[in-house]
Nanobody, 115 residues
């Protein structure tokens, strides 16, 4: 069994910052590429960032230079540091990853950017 639990969302003003956390169960975590996704109401779920087991990262164009994904393979955690947040970043943020985590969508954590 695997499980992903997101936390850390909240309400922030434009230009503000938040750090999201994802707690991952499962012994295979350290071998799996992980990622953050987001979905706004009425919108598709978009890939935000990925990180390999060796901490090689990739980012969607709309967050490059603003967001940083990281992981702790000892604690089975994935993080998303979000800076310079904009209203367009408002969404439910989810973590996910390569198998066995691909079918383990959690509840996500709400990020709202508003003045």
């Amino acid at each position: 069994q695997v499980q992903l639990v997101e936390s850390g969302g909240g309400l922030v003003q434009p230009g503000g910052s938040l750090t999201l956390s994802c707690s991952a169960s499962g012994a295979s975590f350290r071998l799996a590429t992980m990622g953050w996704y987001r979905q706004a109401p009425g919108k598709r779920r978009d890939l935000v960032a990925t990180i390999t087991r060796g901490a090689v990262t990739n980012y969607a164009d709309f967050v490059k230079g603003r967001f940083t994904i990281s992981r702790d393979n000892v604690k089975n955690m994935v993080y998303l540091q979000m800076n310079s947040l904009q209203p367009e970043d408002t969404a439910v943020y989810y973590c996910n990853g390569a198998p066995p985590y691909n079918g383990a969508w959690g509840q996500g954590t709400q990020v709202t950017v508003s003045s």
